[in-house]
């Protein structure tokens, strides 16, 4: 076991249920000796010895989480929970610590604990479900939240935690043209995994879904791909459903005075837990692609007030030209239509509002019409869930909105980083 | 335009509907001049000039349609159309001639038309849809079929076709353990869009779609990833949502002698239109995964008849070793179990019968009891219906089957390829 990369080893004070509590869920205590325990398999082949497990590997420790500010992957499958009936606050921190654990190691491109798919008893069921065997890292980022649900349900403080409730943390107000499906809206945790490689996301939740078993359980999920969003100055702007360029103006990586600003809670907010952690917006917002379809290029553009080829704002220059909102054509009308939505949407007419933007598109079959089920599934890092209200707000004069359906929404307070030894949240828990 | 490739003009003899038919149909008539009339648009930017579109591009014109021996692209997008009603023959016709001119642009990283997102007229609604603008070819390949119900519904031959129908295409026989969706299965058309990017998959189908407007609808359609098959020798065996390697033993690419005896329909087969083509089976598979990851390695190991973590056959050897049904243990018990999936597919087991395999994963997010909605979509190729229906019922008897739930199924005729200047099963229409 010499040879095991620091990450194998599982922390000091992390519950090590994650290692061979499910075979003990499944019954078969008497063979869950750990991962150098009895009978053994002769098998003992995991994904770090099959594929070059550091291949796009992101650190998981560190002041924040990863996967706000790390360069958006190709794909993405969102996870919500509910806590289970009847647990209680050790449930709590045994799932958010085993949940840990877990991920640093899936991030790094390992099995879900030591004996993982097949290193385990034969005679037990395998800690990990071994589909990604073989796979690399893939960039795989977990990033957890806290819904508001957690803290408080009902009147009733389930986990004794309401006073280390952020006052921010309250559900969503409803916006104009809400349309939300309570079984693709909110949950008291959730999960972003975001990777490279969709059956490395799905695998991650899959597993995480496993090791909350009894805990805590899947309330939706939804998969996504081709991000919208551009969070380096060296990521192509990708494209969302509409055909059109999503997330040029947004907050890159390195600018870290934007990022201190508008996504990372300070040290001098409230609650002193939340220091270096943010807050996540999910909306799940169904685009009526074949409407769009049906509508002239030059509406298409007004709407968005940019151009669909470069994506550049109707006052010109190229795509990451700053939109003139004052210029006039030659008649006097507005360049950059009132209601278009880069105007509504845009910081300088939001009292320099930002925040961090992170979507997906996602198409999910398609409906009795034959139209496809598409969409947007937005996704928002922001220091107080407050920005993202006044900018949903400022759009609903959106012309854009006679497109969209918003039918999903969440929001979750997403812990600071986590230190080695320790697990998620775990300031909350003092 | 004389810089324009090949493949930019339309081919003689096809239908250009698929040019300017999408602005007409939108009532902008007077607008559509074609690829080179009146009021374009200043900007002329397409997919061809962002990109190098020749990046990972499959030839369309051949012998036989891309998509069926082609390396197994990373991701899948199925769509299965009705047409609608009261369109006739010429309908019919005029929708595979569009079909077949979109697919040749689509399949070389091109847009829908030479116009294109961007490059028609302002006033009108685009050609294309513009999500895929700047994306590569990504290995698009865009494979169609022809269902049963297309020759004949209820007794009616709607297209004057049913003397071309295949004796074989008939609607596949139920089997053991069918709990198959109307509304998943079937349908008079498919395609079977196959891309590395599913931006790029995604496209195509809702641009083939929208060029079908008026004459066929999407009856149903399905994402997938994380291929499920080995079509040649240099591709490693992806897993499957069980964690097994998927396809060891597929028909590779390279395998000619294979390919015309399991896979072709031969010049000496009926009907004549068909040689070249194949048939396409599809089936969706829904797994239990929660179930099946309870089940002990050495029982998922016996179910299968493979090791988890190297595919090989429990009789011994490495993945690529071929099975010995015969081998038996010290206490004279079957090393192979007689009711082992690998057992019971093998072709030594069913007169050599062999199919090709094309499979992908899917989830397609979770139910209500909090189990993610995953499982198989399991596509295959073979030269007569019947090689599928035969391996299928000798599965039966399969013990994996109480862990798998079939709710989609589909079977079609696949034309063989096409020439420049000819449409999708113009064989068929004489």
Chains 1, 2 share one sequence.
């Not at 003992?44 to 998981?60: C, I, K, L, N």
């Not at 799940?284 to 049906?294: C, G, L, N, P």
């Not at 190229?318 to 939109?323: K, L, S, T, Y």
């Not at 599934?377 to 609903?396: G, I, K, M, N």
Request: aromatic share 8%.
């Amino acid at each position: 076991m010499s040879e095991q990369p620091e990450s194998e080893r599982p922390a000091p004070g992390v519950s090590r249920r994650g290692l061979f509590g499910l075979a003990l869920g499944a019954g078969a205590a008497g063979l869950a000796l750990g991962a150098g325990g009895g009978a053994t398999a002769g098998v003992a082949v995991g994904r770090a010895r099959e594929a070059d497990a550091s291949a796009s590997a992101y650190e998981f420790y560190g002041a924040h989480q990863a996967g706000v500010v790390t360069p958006v992957q190709d794909h993405l499958h969102f996870a919500a929970f509910d806590m289970m009936p009847r647990t209680n606050r050790d449930d709590l921190v045994s799932l958010l610590q085993d949940w840990t654990y877990a991920a640093a190691r899936l991030t790094q491109g390992l099995d879900v604990s030591a004996s993982g798919a097949v290193g385990g008893p034969v005679q037990a069921p395998p800690d990990d479900t071994g589909e990604a065997l073989g796979l690399p890292a893939s960039g795989l980022t977990l990033t957890f939240g806290f819904g508001p649900t957690l803290f408080e349900l009902d009147g009733e403080d389930r986990f004794g935690i309401a006073a280390g409730r952020p006052a921010v943390l309250e559900r969503l107000p409803a916006f104009l043209g809400d349309d939300l499906d309570p079984a693709a809206s909110n949950g008291d945790l959730c999960i972003q995994a975001c990777a490279d490689d969709p059956q490395v996301a799905v695998h991650a939740v899959r597993n995480l879904s496993r090791i909350a078993f009894g805990r805590a359980r899947l309330r939706w999920s939804q998969l996504g791909f081709g991000r919208t969003s551009r969070t380096t100055t060296t990521q192509a702007t990708p494209r969302n459903l509409f055909g059109f360029k999503d997330g040029t103006a947004n907050i890159l990586a390195g600018d870290r005075a934007g990022l201190d600003e508008h996504v990372w809670v300070a040290a001098s907010d409230d609650p002193a837990w939340m220091a270096g952690g943010s807050y996540l917006v999910a909306r799940k917002i169904a685009m009526m692609i074949e409407t769009w379809d049906r509508v002239p290029l030059s509406e298409q553009q007004t709407i968005v007030g940019r151009t669909k080829a470069e994506g550049a704002p109707l006052s010109g220059g190229d795509e990451f030209a700053a939109p003139d909102f004052a210029a006039v054509d030659t008649a006097g009308t507005k360049a950059i239509p009132e209601t278009s939505h880069v105007r509504l949407a845009h910081p300088d007419q939001n009292g320099g509002t930002r925040i961090l933007r992170r979507g997906y598109n996602f198409v999910d079959g398609n409906n009795d019409l034959g139209r496809l089920d598409a969409g947007l599934f937005f996704l928002s890092f922001q220091r107080d869930p407050q920005q993202f209200v006044r900018l949903q707000r400022s759009l609903s004069s959106d012309v854009m909105n006679e497109y969209l359906r918003h039918v999903g929404s969440g929001l979750w307070a997403v812990p600071p980083g986590i230190a080695p030894g320790s697990f998620v949240g775990a300031g909350l828990f003092g």
